[in-house]
């Protein structure tokens, strides 16, 4: 297929920059392949599509404050700093995103802090925008993340057109989230709220966490028109025994299977066995899904609505299929549904 085909136009007033009220009062539409039609919901609602013995697969992990504003040494320049993930706890080793990037090169240092509480030095370049950067700490680990942590703040999705406000510390992290790692939030998971999973618990719903460390690369504009020349940014993903154990029995018994986010779609479509059983693996994934894949774990996907020409959109567009999905979407700019990471979700069964 086409990058073209994964366009549209989206009026800005539906780019949610704030998410809704209440977690589990988003929107959801829901979706059945099988059908065609086509509900409009409340996010609360997912509680009636699922039965005893289904499964939930959900992502353990959650943001950590990844933004940094510094100073260039000599000259003073403001240099934003976007922290992508540890390379060594030992050397204080990190790979990072910096603008404007120009101003940047190997050798320079970059001041945190009032007077230089934290201090980093370039130590290679990785792309047009890619720096890595070691950390002049001399304390130990836990000392040095105290610091880091208090000096940084929790990254915006790019689309989200304002400041870090008190209650993003809240809302960007899901009641799944356990293990630190991802640079954008785990959006499909930010509409539960524990009463939702207790009802579900007690419904019979069983829950597989799984971790993926979500990249910036999941909002990048693909720029390619031959999707089968694309790539895209690896993410890291383990899928314990325990939790390849709980979908596997669900398959077994023939029930539901529900990824909760295309991240956690991708990471169980890079670890599956020759007779469609999830496999417990700790790795790293660049699979790229786009129509028509053909899915072998998940028979139900909970998501938000997507940016244009994003691997999240032709990930979705390839489990509902790319007329049905596309019809979705029209209905959704119609119906004045809110798009992306604190937006509203779609279930597609």
Known sequence: MKLSFFN????????????????????????????????????????????????FVVNNSTVFPARMFGKKEKTGAKI??????????????????????????VGNKLFFGKDGELIAEIVDNTTSRGRTLKFLWS??????????SALASIPLAPHIKRKVEPSDYDRSFSVFGKIEGSVVPTSAGLHFTRELVKYLEIKGIRFAPITVHNGIGTFKEIDIEDLNKNKIDAEYYNISEESADIVNKSIREKKRICAVGCSVL??????????NFLVAKEAWTN?????????????????NFHPPKTCMFTNVAAFGGYDLIKKAYDIAIKEKYNFYTYGDAMLIL
């Open 266 to 275: 991708k990471a169980m479509e890079s670890s599956y066995s020759s007779q």
């Open 80 to 105: 934003d700093v976007f922290l992508q993930r540890e390379l060594s706890k030992k050397t204080f080793l990190w790979d990072a995103i910096v603008e404007p990037a120009r101003k940047i090169r």
């Open 8 to 55: 549209y136009e989206l009026p800005n007033k539906q780019i949610a920059q704030y998410p809704a009220t209440k977690r589990e009062d988003a929107r959801l539409m829901v979706i059945d392949r099988e059908t065609g039609i086509i509900e409009h919901k409340k996010f609360y609602n997912v509680l009636d599509y699922f039965e005893d013995k289904d499964s």
């Open 139 to 148: 304390e130990d680990y836990d000392s040095f993340k105290a610091k880091l």
């Open 287 to 303: 699979l790229y899904i786009f129509p028509p894949h053909q899915m072998h774990i998940s028979t139900a996907l909970i998501t």
